[in-house]
């Protein structure tokens, strides 16, 4: 059972985070700023065992408030302010609670931008429910792949963040396999395009100079020079859940893809706005193989 939360975290607010509100505020920010009591229990939980009281809630409209949030962040006088953003509230490790402001996205930036039927490819806010994008789908004969038990609720932009997998990750991969290129806000507002890239295109992002090119510098020294640290200190997992996945900045064709580390970054990296994403045809047929065990440790 979740712990009853404290009377006197009522009115703990901090002046900081009230400060930042407001600085908000006056940036024109479009979405709904949400100081309420309300609103912040809540968004205090999610689908695990913890709970924390966030100081508000932001749900942003779109990308151009992500960038007014992230620019208010990058200042120096609101370093201490504490962000985490939040799609479905489905994760069970408590990814999206945070004693800060919980960003949230699964209200406003829901929109399915563009269903390409001949590429097999769909443009997407990161707020649009995976359920949703199926429906979607379905008149064209095609879906989106990675299985989850949470789909009616899941949020794609949350599916990137954890790099989800589930049922048929077998056959399908994870999100990160589906993932073709990724609009993300980075701290200090700049947006954040990316894609796999060839040598050429990588040496152009690197020369840029701004956060972009900082981003594509480091991530490549990383990969270029610490290849086989990386190697041998990270299990050849399927899935990469012990921190950042270095060991695919590299793709097997040669092509740099920043978007490795950026699924399953858990938002820690930037706030991911929209995804481009490959979709499948939908399978004439399924088959149930239902595989019996004496007990469980047989099982194991």
Known sequence: MIARLAPEHRQARHAPYLHFLEALRDADFEGDIAPDYANRTVLATDNSLYQRLPQAVLYPRGAEDLERIARLAGRDDFRRVVLAPRGGGTGTNGQSLTDGLVVDVSKHMTAILDIDVAARRVRVQAGVVKDQLNAALKPFGLFFAPELSTSNRATLGG?????????????YGKTRDHVLALDSVLLGGERLTTRPVDEAELDALCERDDAVGRVHREARAIIDTERERIRDTFPPL???LTGYDLAH?????????LNSVLCGAEGSLAFTSEAVLNVLPIPAHSTLVNVRYAGFMDAL
């Open 159 to 171: 599916m990137i963040a954890t790099d989800a997998s589930g049922q048929g990750s077998c056959e």
């Open 249 to 257: 900045l590299r793709t097997v064709d040669g092509k740099f893809d």
């Open 238 to 240: 399927n899935r990469c």
